[in-house]
């Protein structure tokens, strides 16, 4: 059984930084695929940026790629994303996600993922 945990999320200015994390944990991630989706109030999930857990490859959703970054600690199965000059309309929940790559979906479809922790809330507010 998989568990995620994230952590640091919280209330910052438009322009700030925040990086959130991920504890994993529950089985060993060989051919597993962990990102990051959002879903803001009244809106559906959305994906931003994954991370093959194997190989290190990288996936990024085309309006984050320039101002997100994913990366792990493999040793301590940790997920992280680094999130800069962040705009009031990032304002959302930010969920971790797992899925295992049995090459039905791309790393960025949310079919991909089918273990999510509870999330954390990052709101951006002047």
């Known amino acids: 059984q998989v568990q995620l945990v994230e952590s640091g999320g919280g209330l910052v200015q438009p322009g700030d930084s925040l990086r959130l994390s991920c504890a994993a944990s529950?089985?060993?991630?060989?051919?597993?695929?962990m990102g990051w989706f959002r879903r803001a109030p009244g809106k559906e999930r959305v994906f931003l940026a994954a991370l093959s857990w194997d190989t290190g490859n990288t996936y990024y959703a085309g309006s984050v790629k320039d101002r997100f970054t994913i990366s792990r600690a493999g040793a301590k199965k940790t997920l992280f994303l680094q999130m800069n000059s962040l705009k009031m309309e990032n304002t959302a929940i930010y969920y971790c996600?797992?899925?295992?790559?049995?090459?039905?979906?791309?790393?960025?479809?949310?079919?991909?993922?089918?273990?999510w922790g509870q999330g954390t809330q990052v709101t951006v507010s002047p």
């Open positions: 996600e797992a899925g295992w790559n049995s090459g039905v979906y791309s790393a960025t479809a949310t079919g991909a993922y089918n273990d």
């Open positions: 529950g089985r060993t991630f060989t051919n597993y695929r």
